[in-house]
């Protein structure tokens, strides 16, 4: 059998292959980082065979939290799958199901008023309202560069995301506020959110300023990133719609299953419910 060695010419190779399948630039570079983990770790003579594969997955489980292990585990398996060593794939750890939200980790939406209100003191505008636009429709952070001016006259938003298509409504609210910044900043076409070079923020720089917020807001650091924006809009509109299948048209998910993380109820909740069985303490 000929034996498998893992070269720099190879994951040039990944690469060039993700982006031939049209993979968003995070997603390749995330993809590349994990390779290039897998490949130091392989030591100088860069061998690869099933036996080393699971020595990584050993090393991933002793290091790192399951869920991150199991994404950087994916990406060999895609890296093995490119380069036809099938035979070397692994299985993924297993994660116990969890059918509760962590409430400790949610942005709640006095927090999430908070940081607004925090932008606003600061003066900065251009933040207090993305992270609206944001909460407001339920968008990827990475979505933003759609919300045109074009787009804000229209009142929607045509929204192109891993292969799929979806269209962005704004708020009565949300659109004259987004008209009235547009004016004042004298932006007459194309994205709204945009440096001073005129290119769309940048999603490191987004979630750099929203970490500087939360001080003056009181708000724990933890629980203050662009998704979380995101995911207080889809609890929202859940609690007020309980409409599964529309939420996961309004978000973009390709399956109903991605959604159901913010249909389930919170382990506080769960708490609760659990309390008021009755069910301890009733024979003594």
């Known amino acids: 059998m000929e034996e498998k060695v ?38 100088e003579d860069k061998r690869v065979d099933k036996e080393r594969v699971i020595a990584y997955k050993q090393h991933l489980a002793e290091h ?3 869920v991150s292990a199991n994404s950087m585990l994916a990406a060999v398996n895609r890296l093995l799958l490119f380069l036809d060593w099938r035979e070397c794939q ?21 927090e ?3 940081l607004l209100a925090a932008a606003k003191s600061s003066r900065n505008e251009r933040l207090w309202l993305l992270m609206q636009a944001i909460c407001g429709t339920g968008i990827r952070v990475s979505e933003h560069r759609f919300i045109t001016v074009e787009a804000v006259r229209q009142g929607r938003a045509q929204v192109r995301n891993k ?9 009565a609210p949300l659109k004259k506020l987004l008209l009235d910044y547009c004016r004042r900043q004298g932006v007459g076409s194309g994205p709204v959110f945009v440096t001073r070079s005129g290119c769309p ?34 609890v929202t509109y859940y609690q007020l719609e309980k409409d599964i299948v529309r939420l996961a048209d309004v978000l973009g998910h390709a399956s109903v299953e991605t959604t159901r993380i913010y249909t389930a109820t ?14 301890v303490g009733c024979g003594g």
């Open 6 to 43: 893992l070269s720099l010419a190879g994951l040039e190779a990944f690469r060039h292959c993700l982006v031939r399948e049209e993979r968003s630039a995070n997603t390749v570079e995330k993809y590349l980082r994990d390779a290039r983990a897998f490949y130091r770790f392989l030591g």
């Open 64 to 66: 790192y939290k399951t």
């Open 90 to 110: 692994v299985r993924l750890l297993r994660v116990q199901k969890r059918n509760f939200r962590e409430t400790e980790k949610e942005l709640t939406k006095s």
């Open 112 to 114: 999430y008023q908070r």
């Open 163 to 171: 292969g799929r298509e979806r269209v962005v409504f704004f708020p």
């Open 201 to 234: 923020m940048d999603r490191s720089n987004i979630w750099a300023e929203m970490k500087r917020l939360c001080e003056s807001a009181g708000v724990d650091s933890g629980k203050v990133f662009p998704h979380n924006l995101r995911h207080l809009f889809a």
């Open 266 to 279: 919170s382990g506080l909740e769960q708490k609760r419910l659990i309390s008021r069985l009755g069910l």
